[in-house]
């Protein structure tokens, strides 16, 4: 076991990540379109940049995970108009999208449910609690 921090949350993150990607593969999903698809299953109507700084991703990387996602018809976009009389973007899922939004967050919970086996409540409260102190230490 090592005793440095980075070593821990790499291996940690790693197992997770790989975790995660064997399962959103089975679903066709590339990299970036489950945490979009989760985002828009619980609030739709996201301006494409929005939703860019939500999902921390470059808005130039959203532009292209979106037309792909709008191409298998996960999402469809609405033209708004914004301050100064610019045309934007909103986001919404399609049919095809909620239903792998639904996949997508049941998915997320299996693996969840996986990472925390043996873990009591009181555990597993603390150690996201202490991860997001650790996160707030640093930005």
Do not use: W
Not at 14 to 29: I, M, N, P, Y
Not at 87 to 108: K, P
Not at 125 to 136: F, G, I, Y
């Amino acid at each position: 076991m090592s005793d440095q921090l980075i070593v821990a949350l790499i291996k940690a993150s790693s197992a997770h990540q790989k975790s995660c990607t064997a399962e959103f593969r089975k679903l066709e999903l590339s990299p970036g379109q489950p945490k979009v698809l989760s985002r828009l299953r619980y609030q739709e109507g996201y301006l494409q940049k929005d939703l860019a700084a939500l999902c921390n991703v470059e808005p130039a990387t959203m532009v292209v995970l979106l037309a792909n996602m709008e191409k298998k018809g996960m999402i469809r976009k609405e033209v708004d108009h914004v301050s100064g009389g610019k045309r934007a973007f909103r986001i919404y899922l399609t049919e095809e999208g909620r239903r792998l939004a639904e996949l997508v967050d049941e998915q997320v919970k299996e693996v969840e449910a996986k990472s925390f086996r043996g873990f009591s409540e009181e555990e597993r409260t603390q150690l996201l609690s202490l991860l997001d102190r650790l996160a707030e230490n640093l930005e």
